[in-house]
């Protein structure tokens, strides 16, 4: 049986990987403050609750996008 380095199985991370992170982290905290302001209801509730969760949409598309990234960087790079 063949030795195969530990190496091998280690991918450096790609910076790419650090906004997955980064945007995950900025969905969630959207997430949040959208479902605070339809708890809180009021004119707070009525100005806010649709744009956060808009907003919401939109980060996880750039998401999205990156993961898209992320995967095409790394079978062109590793291939």
Known sequence: M???PRSAYVFPMN?????IYVGLAVVFAIL???IYTLFRGGDFGR??????MRA???AQ??????LVAAMWWT???HG
């Open 2 to 4: 063949a030795h195969i």
């Open 56 to 58: 919401r949409v939109v």
């Open 15 to 19: 910076p790419v990987n650090y906004l």
């Open 32 to 34: 949040c403050f959208g």
């Open 61 to 66: 598309f750039i998401v999205i996008l990156i």
């Open 75 to 77: 079978k062109s790079h």
């Open 47 to 52: 100005s806010w609750s649709n744009k956060a």
